[in-house]
Structures are given as structure tokens and as C-alpha cells.
């Protein structure tokens, strides 16, 4: 009965809210005018999302006021929670920005990454695989490439609101699994009911967008709950609301494929194609998986229909697998099956811009380059900062230091990812005929080092300790290894 009352609340809530933004920004005149890479044939209003996401934080608000559960399962774990409104808000106002203003690439990167640090900062990481440099890594890059899954995802009447409301309802049923009345659980079902309530006014043909704001939020939060769920503690009294899991990397696979399939394969099938054409995957088009099921005839309601029973096959499958290792790893295989298929079939449904011609290698090779060049980035600040703490411990870490690497690594990512973002440094050849481009790149890359260690500095207290020492390695070692990556591939040009 309390599941149903916080669900029908952030629908309500949520129903009201984007009813008023949509009259609002009517009024006002905010709406998308009709374009010919977009699919609305009407300018429809915009800013759905901010009332998406105040209905979620006042849903959040009302269930600690009326559930002793939610409230005790959220005060045992402030860290995390804090984190994850912080998170949130920060993506809702960074797509609400990007809304009015058209961030450039770079802008809206340094602005997803420091949403990602800053929920792993404040909750001092994830554990999956239990080496902290390289959960970190995965932490971070999932995050973003969530976020921007579920914004490439909203390119048609109600597709993406249906998608995440799907995957929200397979988490809060996964929690329920192990932990009923937890914090996931909570929180899922309260996302759950604020996105269906927008949904109701979003499906064909749609009365507001979402726009950046809400699918930016969506995305966060959707990311967010799956890496939550891989959090390994034990289920008693003393659970802290979290879900028991001896292996969390299983579960962090499961859950990422079965909650954020439809995302992630729409994601893959618009990278592919456009790379294959030398385009950016960044840049707009009609030649999402959508557009190609339009292509194949399907109205709007019916491709929505679609995507509801794949979203709601991959979730049941994640959550029926959550009853043992076997049965995630068979889950696994499944579902990594059924993803390559689609995306398969996906590509050979031919759609306008499929019709443009190939670009070439070197096209392709330019157009996959910025998402290369920017996971190298981030691996090389996590070897860098991880490398400094083993030379300055004798590659033994003293345990009380030993959760220095999981909260300095985040606030190092945002910092370095940020500087490198706004100078276009993934977006710039790296291969040149002149010197100066390795010694920018070890420029940048010191700037952005000084940057992270001023900050780690600034944010110290007694539970977050760090070394001095291992972080002034850092900035000698992270512009290093970057000017030479940067020769390597200059000296292959």
C-alpha cells in the first residue's frame, strides 16, 4: 500500500507540475519550432523535464514525511542520498542550460562530468570490480554515456519517458527483491511515478518535451541507481537500504543491460551509422532506431508499444536473474545477444541519411576520435593518480589512506576532463607537423592536475584524508604520460 501511495504521489505531483510548466511555457513562448531533423510537425512547448524533476525532489521530500522506512533507510545512508539529489539537480540544470543557451560540446562534457564526479565524490565511490582507479573509470564513463543515451533516446513522441519509466519500475522491482522498503526501492518508485506522469502528456502526439533538463535528469538517475545496486552489503536489520550483493560486478552488468537496454541500443545503433558516414554521433538526425521503425511502417503509439515491451523483457530478465550467479551470468549472455541482434537488424533498415555516402577511413576514423580520445584522457588520470599513491606507499597503501584514491580520483576526473574539454582538446587532431601540439597538450594537462590538487586540498576534512606527496606525483605524472601518448601518435602520423 506505501508503494502505491509514493507512486501515485510523484504522478500526481508530477501530472500537476508539467501541466503548469506546459501552459507556462506556452505563454511564454518556449517551444521547439519544427525543424527538419526533428520529428514534431508542430512547435510543441519545452521545459517538461524542470517539472519532472521538482515533482521527483517534493515526491522525495513527502515519502520521508510519511514512510519511518524510506526516512531511516535514507538517514542511514546521508552520503549517498545527498549525492544522488546532488547529482540530479546539477544534470537537471545543466540540461535546462543547454535548453536556453545550446551548450558547445565541450561546455555540456565538463558540465555531465562534474555531475558524475560530484555523486562520487560525496558518496565516496562505487565498488564493483574493488580496484578503485578503475571503478572510478567505469563509474564515470557510464554515467555520461547514460545521460547522453537517454537524451539521444528523446527524439520522438514519448519514447524515452517510456523507456526510463520501465527501467525505473525493474529497479524498484530488483530492490524489492532484496531489500523491500530500501532507499533504491524508494527512490526508483518515486522516479518511476514522476516520468509516467510526464509521459501521460508526452505520447503521441506529445503535448511538451521534455527537452535536455528532463532527459539529462533521467539519465542521471537511471545511471546512478544501477551502480547503487552493485553496492555489496549484508540484508538485516542493519541493511542501510542498500542491496546485498557478493558480486557486484554481475550485478552492475546485469542491471546495465537490462534497465538501460533501449537507451543504450538506440545510442549504439545512431554511433555506428553516423560514424560509418563520417559524421559526429553528437550531431542531429532522423535515423535513430525510432525513425527506422517508422520506416518500417509502425505509427508512433505502436513504435511506443515497442519500446515499453523491450524495455519491460530486458527489465523482467535482469530481475529474474537477480536469484543467483548462474542465473546473472545466463542473463548476461542473453541479453548481450538480443542487443546485437537488434542493433543488427537496426542498421540494415535503411533510413534518408543512410542513403549519404560513406565518408572513408579517415572520415570514420575523425568521427570515432573525440570518444576515443576522451576515455584514453580518463584512464590516463586514473593510472596517474593511482601510480602516485603506490610510488609514495611503496606500492603498499596504509589503510588508513586506503579510500584516499576512491574520492581524490573523482574531483581529479572532473577537473583535468573539464580543462580539456572547454580548450577542445578531444575535438582538436592530435597528430600534427609541429612540436607545439605535445607541448599544449602537457600544458593542459598541467593546468587542469594544479587545478584537481587545489581542490582535493580545499575539500579535506578528517574522513577524507589524502597525501601530499602522491598528489604532487600526480602532477608530474599525468601531464607526462599525456605528452607522451600525444607524440605516440604524432610521431604515427
Known sequence: MLALILWLGAFGLSWILVRVTRNVARTRGWVAPVRGDRWHAHA??????????????????????????????????????????????????????DDIFHFRPGAKLAAQCGCACAFLWICGGVEITGSAPFDSVIALLWLVS????????DNMDGTAAAAVSVGFVGIAGMSWFFAPGSFVFGVA????????????????????FMGDAGSL???????????????????????????E??????????????FVFVPLADMTVVSIARI?????????????????LSQMGFSGGAIVLIIVATATVSAGIAVAAATGVVAMTLAIVVLCACFAVIVGGMLRVCVRMDDAAVGGTSRQL????????????????????NVGYLIRWDFTIPPELTNSVAWSLPVAMACCVSVNAFAGTYWKPWSGNRWRDV????????????????????????????????LGLFVVIYPVLTAAIRMFFWRKA
Open 44 to 97: 510543441t512547448p519545452l521545459f517538461g523535464g524542470v517539472g519532472i524533476a521538482v515533482a521527483f525532489l517534493v515526491a522525495i521530500a513527502m515519502a520521508r514525511g510519511i514512510s519511518d522506512e524510506f526516512r531511516e533507510a535514507t538517514s542511514a545512508n546521508p552520503a549517498l542520498a545527498i549525492a544522488l539529489i546532488v547529482g540530479a539537480i546539477g544534470a537537471a540544470f545543466t540540461g535546462l542550460c
Open 146 to 153: 547514460v545521460m547522453n543515451a537517454v537524451n539521444m533516446l
Open 189 to 208: 518508485l518515486v522516479a518511476a511515478g514522476a516520468t509516467v506522469g510526464f509521459l501521460t502528456q508526452n505520447l503521441p502526439r506529445a503535448r511538451i
Open 217 to 243: 535528469f533521467l539519465g542521471f538517475l537511471l545511471a546512478a541507481l544501477v551502480l547503487i545496486c552493485a553496492r555489496p552489503v549484508a540484508i538485516d536489520e542493519n541493511t542501510n537500504g542498500l542491496l
Open 245 to 258: 550483493s557478493s558480486q557486484g560486478w554481475l550485478v552492475t552488468i546485469v542491471a546495465a543491460t537490462g
Open 276 to 292: 560509418r558516414r563520417g559524421q559526429s554521433p553528437m550531431v542531429g538526425g532522423r535515423d535513430h532506431t525510432t525513425h527506422r
Open 366 to 385: 575523425a568521427a570515432f576520435a573525440p570518444f576515443a580520445k576522451g576515455v584514453i584522457d580518463v584512464i590516463t588520470i586514473a593510472v596517474a593518480v
Open 439 to 470: 607541448g599544449e597538450g602537457f600544458l593542459k594537462a598541467l593546468l587542469g592536475a594544479v587545478i584537481a590538487v587545489i581542490l582535493i586540498a580545499a575539500l579535506w576534512s578528517p574522513e577524507r584524508l589524502f597525501s601530499r606527496v602522491a
